[in-house]
Nanobody, 122 residues
Framework: QVQVVESGGGLVQAGGSLRLSCVASGSIFRLNAMGWYRQALGKQRELVATITSGGSTRYADSRTGRFTISRDDGLKTVALQMVSLKPEDTAVYYC????????????????WGQGTQVTVSS
């Protein structure tokens, strides 16, 4: 069994900061790319940032400079540091982990967390 669990969401005023964390646990043979996505009320889920196993990062254009993604492969965690938050950043933030479970050979699978709510007040 593999689990992905997020933490760190909450309520913050505009201009404030939050740090989201996500841990992947269970029978994991190899952890590939990890990332953060978000879904605002009434909108589709969208990319926030991703990071490969080699450390290469990709950000949605509007988040470049305000958000920083990082990972710790030893702990199987990925974090998202968010600064200068805006009300439009309000959403449920989801962690995604692409990985190979133990016993799957070279087949990969995407696992999602349950999401953590981020609310930015104006």
């Amino acid at each position: 069994q593999v689990q992905v669990v997020e933490s760190g969401g909450g309520l913050v005023q505009a201009g404030g900061s939050l740090r989201l964390s996500c841990v992947a646990s269970g029978s994991i043979f190899r952890l590939n790319a990890m990332g953060w996505y978000r879904q605002a009320l009434g909108k589709q889920r969208e990319l926030v940032a991703t990071i490969t196993s080699g450390g290469s990062t990709r950000y949605a254009d509007s988040r470049t400079g305000r958000f920083t993604i990082s990972r710790d492969d030893g702990l199987k965690t990925v974090a998202l540091q968010m600064v200068s938050l805006k009300p439009e950043d309000t959403a449920v933030y989801y962690c995604n982990a692409n990985l190979i479970p133990v016993g799957w050979g070279q087949r990969t699978a995407d696992y999602w967390g349950q999401g953590t709510q981020v609310t930015v007040s104006s």
